[in-house]
């Protein structure tokens, strides 16, 4: 395979902080002028649906751990605590191990979802009531995307409620460290919070197999079949940290939508019914899982453009969802779009497996704060968190009157 080396068309770094507020205006230039990208570093950026989409799907791709997070490794180099974590687990293993992981983890989340939007409907009022409570200063990030996720997450997982602010504080830590070009630092502090939660997660199996655990961990260890302690640990950890982290961005990046699209929210305020398809059209147009990364098994043509065997491309799912060859008038806002594959959750054998839960959770939040109040304001400048794989709120300040 012959090509040149890394184009120069593109002067702009989608990952740069100063674009996390609005990044589509540069997925859009990418897409237009050069839509297979080489990066500086070497990588390949994808930004049209059709080509992610493809990668998404052909068998020839990988998620392997090893050579999409630490692509420089050498054989002798110790290994990253993340990254020891994160190849063991479901997200990061092709197929047919992978179905041995999801079998189990599919089976008990289901089981586990099973009368739960009750009980979080009832948290998410209670934090509405204390929305309205405050005459000033409500943030809808730390006073009820957050809290709502956390809640949610440790209730289906059968995980103690006292333990819910250092998970929430390891969570966050480690997803700092999954980004592409991620500093130094935050490698450190992503590894820090793996090995912690790895050592949590190994306490909390052990007193699941002593009888002591329920929820979905405990479905979870009953149900494990073939896979090893250390399996059980990996997978228990990432869902954890994707369902807290998707569902916490899904839920504010939602309601900064509608806020900036009241007519939007009118319609789902007088038509509670389209918050099924209101949620995917949320997904698609600023959904919390932005990228995806893949790793070539061999020589590959995309849109024409050879990518070499060994090679990553990174998988802009934000932007093939913003894609106009796909999607009719994709910049608008349209709870009633009937056709909507959207990649916000990504696509085929690693569809995210949170998804299922992350809906359900965004759902009921988004609903029982429109049903529990009667208007909703911005009450200041959102800020945006600094990661890019997850993309999600750190702050949104509002008003909310009943």
Known sequence: MSRSGPSTLIPLNPFDRRARPDPYPIYQYMRTVEPVHQSPVGFWILTRYDDCLTVLTDKRWSHDADRILEPQRGEDD??????????????FSDPPLHARHRRPLEAAMKSSMRGSTARIARVAGDLVELLREKETGADLMRDYAMPLALVALTDIMGLPSADRGQLQRWSRELVSGLDPGVKPGSVMTAAGAATAMVEYMLDQVESSRNGAATGLLGR???????????????????????????????????????????????????????????????IRFDGPIHLTARVTNEDVLIAGTPIAAGEQAIVLLGAADRDPSRFSDPDRLDLSRSENPHLGFGGGTHTCFAAPFAKLLGGVAISTLLARSDKIELAGEPAWSDTVTVRSLRRLPVTVRS
């Open 78 to 91: 110790p290994v990253d605590p993340t990254v020891r974590l994160l190849r063991a687990s479901i997200e």
């Open 220 to 282: 979870v260890v009953s149900k494990a079949g073939k896979l090893r302690t250390w399996d059980l640990i990996a997978d228990l950890t990432v869902f954890f940290v994707i369902g807290v982290e998707t569902s916490t961005g899904l839920i504010g990046n939602s309601l900064l939508a509608l806020l900036r699209h009241p007519e939007q929210m009118q319609k789902l305020r007088a038509r509670p019914e389209l918050i099924v398809s209101g949620l995917e059209e949320l």
